[in-house]
């Protein structure tokens, strides 16, 4: 066994999409200042929370490899994945996410979570996105409709581990930019594969360019709306100040989707946004930093 191959295998990588988790306890989540005063217990059940979906992800990563392996063998980058490139053998992969799945579970109960456990959530999740890798990944939006679905799972559950109310600006906020990445990637896709693109994902035949150039100038657009909504409501300025209040995050949040929309239509990147996150782009690098900055000056500021 090669365990820094099971360690890729597992996409650890991909565990920054987890980070949405964390949404409610930053933005729901008592007055200015307050994120790790009150109950502390708080932040170690959003935190259990967290870590549960990292598990629960890095499950789902492997069975989806084992299932898409002869695909993934075929395609241009997917080919090096640990199970396809075979450094790491099938049954491996099956044990070790089975064990994901056990402690994705066991740390959810950890989360706790009223009226409805964090446990349920994660359950829920995993189902949704087994689901996804077995049959719905292969249905013309409903794909890219799982994958919002998964995030707004993320968010809820952050804000029920946290025992905090999430703004339904946030959760339309996260709706639509789930959707946006999740066709930005369907048109990175795209571009990489060319003609022979439906010979590794039989679905991608399906989603016209031109289609897809305007559903994501939609999504953006709607992100962009709710987002500066959720800003400038009276509860967030309640929580974080009229005057030195969340909106002057705004343009970083425009910068970087317009940046996103760059990569992916002039074929620099946008198949995955994990690695642009990480490093992959420096403007959009920067517009994320300067995005933190501004709400860690907002939640931690003095008035």
């Not at 639509?176 to 439906?198: I, P």
């Not at 500066?228 to 009276?234: N, Q, R, S």
């Amino acid at each position: 066994m090669n365990p820094l191959a099971l360690l890729r295998a597992l996409r650890p990588h991909q565990w920054v999409k987890n980070v949405f988790v964390l949404a409610a306890l930053v933005f729901a989540r008592g007055e200015r200042g307050d994120l790790l005063g009150g109950d502390r217990w708080d932040v170690y059940r959003t935190l259990f929370a967290f870590a549960a979906f990292c598990l629960g992800s890095s499950a789902i990563y492997l069975v989806n490899d084992v299932v898409d392996v002869e695909s993934d063998r075929r395609h241009p980058t997917k080919r090096h994945r640990p199970i396809a490139a075979g450094l790491v053998s099938m049954p491996l992969a099956f044990a070790t996410s089975a064990a994901c799945f056990a402690g994705a579970l066991s740390l959810a109960t950890l989360a706790g979570g009223s009226p409805i456990p964090v446990t349920w959530v994660v359950a829920g999740y995993m189902a949704l996105n087994l689901a996804y890798s077995l049959k719905l990944k292969h249905v013309v939006l409903v794909d890219a409709f799982c994958i919002a679905t998964g995030f707004l799972l993320r968010v809820e559950a952050g804000g029920i581990a946290a025992g905090a109310r999430v703004s339904h600006w946030l959760l339309l906020c996260t709706l639509f930019l789930a959707l946006f990445l999740a066709l930005c990637k369907r048109r990175a896709e795209s571009d990489l594969l060319g003609e022979g693109r439906g010979e590794h994902r039989a679905i991608l035949l399906e989603y016209d360019t031109g289609f897809l150039d305007q559903m994501v100038t939609v999504l953006a657009a709607c992100t962009i709306v709710t987002y500066t909504m959720y800003t400038v409501a009276e509860e967030t300025a309640a929580k974080f100040g009229a005057g030195k209040g969340l909106v002057w995050t705004v343009p970083f949040v425009v910068f970087g989707l317009a940046r996103y929309m760059l990569l992916v239509q002039t074929r620099r990147g946008g198949g995955s946004p994990t690695r642009i996150l990480l490093g992959g782009d420096v403007p959009f690098l920067c517009a994320a930093v300067g995005w933190v900055a501004v709400v860690l000056v907002v939640v931690f500021g003095r008035p």
